[in-house]
């Protein structure tokens, strides 16, 4: 069966940190970029960071931005999300999501149960 | 890219159609003839989930009575008759700027 399983959620005092981690397993995560999506508390998705095969081309959301960094371990088949200066505002239930393929980051087809993060 | 949705609640009688409607604050058309655009939908309590990708392509083991339409900066979801469990939340995604934006979702619920 094709999933990602995330973990690391917890509660963190401000300015404090979390690592998130994410497995994948049925298929290859080197085969597909990976993103981080946000939901705050009764609210909408938010795209947080993405990056593909390898760890290529990270990118991130201007909220996360220069806070925030999403690496791979591909032999791990795992992604992990370091969350670093972390504010009230980003309390959310974080979901790794799998892209199409290689080659296109869109239509992200398998997502995570979500880990949850409170920042308090 | 901004995205809004709407309407933002959408009461409908089973059986009946649905349709909702999302509109970018820039053409999501690429020079390679496809929108980029997504919907998702996500169920209370649950996860969401890919429907349509590429505007009007529907991803796999989605029902055809769901079907995506639109170029440029207006989109459509319709769902043609509307059953039970498609109550939830759809959100139109743009994938064609490099940081991904969501539209604000719209509650589907049944009257």
New interface residues.
């Given amino acids: 069966e094709v999933q990602l399983v995330e973990s690391g959620g917890g509660l963190v005092q401000p300015g404090g940190s979390l690592r998130l981690s994410c497995v994948g397993s049925g298929f290859t995560l080197s085969d597909h970029w990976i993103?981080w999506?946000r939901q705050p508390p009764g609210k909408?998705?938010?795209?947080v960071s993405?990056n593909n095969g390898f760890g290529m081309n990270p990118?991130?959301?201007?909220p996360a931005r220069g806070r925030f960094t999403i690496s791979r371990d591909d032999a791990k088949n795992t992604v992990y999300l370091q969350m670093d200066s972390l504010r009230v505002d980003d309390t959310a239930v974080y979901?790794c999501v799998r892209g199409?393929d290689f080659e296109n980051?869109?239509?992200?087809?398998v997502?995570?149960?979500?880990t949850t993060v409170t920042v308090s | 890219i901004a995205m809004t949705q709407s309407p933002r609640s959408l009461p409908v009688t089973p059986g009946e159609p649905a349709s909702i409607s999302c509109r970018s604050s820039y053409s999501l058309l690429h020079s390679d003839g496809y929108n980029y655009l997504d919907w998702y939908f996500q169920k209370p309590g649950q996860s969401p989930q890919l429907l349509i990708y590429l505007g009007s392509n529907r991803a796999s083991g989605v029902p055809d009575r769901f079907s995506g339409s639109g170029s440029g900066t207006y989109f459509t979801l319709k769902i043609s008759r509307v059953e039970p469990e498609d109550v939830g939340v759809y959100y139109c995604m743009q994938t064609l700027e490099t940081f991904y934006t969501f539209g604000q979702g719209t509650e589907l619920e049944i009257k």
């Fill in positions: 993103h999506v909408g998705l938010v795209w993405r990118a991130y959301a201007q979901y199409r980051a869109y239509a992200m087809d997502w995570g149960q979500g």
